[in-house]
């Protein structure tokens, strides 16, 4: 840790007690963030936590999607971007025209769109799913009913061929996680064979088909933990490596790629997110039409997720 992070780290947690902002951030975010959140988890509990946070402020470390659903959920509470320039190339490669387009040629399916999109689209869409409640959204949602699953073709091949259900979907796809290869993961698997291979469903259908489990970053992290393994190759962004090591200390773990890094992720640092505290900025908002569509998709994903 640098001398400079340190003070800056002194003054974000300072800053935060005395303005009562609330810090939530993703596993991809860079350690010393992850170290000054009040909350680190996957995006799915990051919406959870701005919902359920007493703080009538909320600071969102991740990206553009992550603080929209927190606004979405939490129309009364002030919601906080350090870098509204952090962003999801594959959230915004889908169009609100290629969801209406969809619908009026096929307007008995249902919607069910990947967290990882912007306000527009959850305003179009029947539920919303993230990585560790796809399958069990999808299972709820009547067999005779066609899903179009968007934007992650992946993730949707994946829990297609999970549940052995056939799914439409958009042609899209995270640049990061689509940088893990089948001969990387080979690879490692020769050079460390007692290491079990952990991989996020957002990752191709090739790699997901030679990993030993498949989950959402929580769900990789909770893994690590309770297995008994002693080492681990980890096939998701490299920001997980901070908390797993953090929770546990003696595991040995290789990145499936040295390429798994999300740059907008990283373009959140502690520099920012002090500035952001010391001038309120930049409060995000979603447009009320918009917002009173989206959040009907998102409650109804937190509905099918508890029950
Ligand atoms: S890791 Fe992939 S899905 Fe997540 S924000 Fe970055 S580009 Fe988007």
């Known amino acids: 840790m640098r001398a400079k992070d340190t003070e800056l780290m002194e003054d974000i947690r300072h800053l935060k007690q005395e303005k009562n902002v609330y810090i939530i951030a993703h596993y991809y975010q860079r350690g010393e963030v992850q170290e000054i959140a009040d909350f680190v988890g ?5 919406a959870i936590a701005a919902r359920d946070s007493e703080c009538k402020t909320i600071l969102v470390a991740g990206v553009d999607f992550m603080a929209q659903s927190a606004a979405i959920l939490c129309p ?44 527009e689209i959850k305003a179009v869409s029947d539920i919303c799913c993230t ?21 992650d073709q992946n993730l949707a091949q994946n829990v297609s061929h999970k549940l052995g259900r056939a799914l439409d979907y958009f042609d899209s796809c995270c640049p990061t996680h689509a940088r893990v290869t089948k001969p990387e993961i080979l690879e490692l698997k020769q050079k460390y064979p007692q290491a079990p291979v952990l991989v996020h469903p957002e990752c191709s259908p090739e790699v997901v088909a030679i990993a030993d489990y498949i989950g959402s970053t929580a769900g990789i992290l909770q893994y690590t933990t309770n297995s ?80």
Do not use: W
Not at 42 to 46: Q, W
Not at 84 to 95: Q, V
Not at 241 to 246: A, D, N, Q
């Open 131 to 151: 990585s560790s409640n796809a399958e069990k959204i999808i299972r709820q949602i009547p067999e005779e009913r066609k899903i179009f699953f968007i934007p």
């Open 76 to 119: 009364d509470k002030t919601i906080l971007s350090p870098e509204t320039r952090a962003t999801c190339p594959m959230a915004n490669s889908i169009k609100v025209e290629d969801v209406v387009n969809y619908k009026q040629e096929h307007p008995e399916a249902c919607v069910v769109s990947y967290v990882n999109t912007p306000a």
């Open 228 to 307: 008994d393994a002693r080492s681990f190759i980890i096939g998701t962004e490299c920001g997980i490596m901070h908390s797993i090591r953090k929770a546990a200390p003696d595991k040995e773990l290789f990145l499936a790629s040295e390429e798994l890094i999300c740059p907008n992720m990283k373009s959140i640092t502690l520099g920012k997110i002090l500035y952001s505290l010391e001038q309120g900025e930049t409060v995000i908002t979603v447009e009320e039409s918009i917002r009173k569509r989206a959040v009907l998709a998102l409650e109804k994903m937190i509905d099918y997720a508890t029950r």
């Open 42 to 46: 996957d995006s799915y509990a990051m």
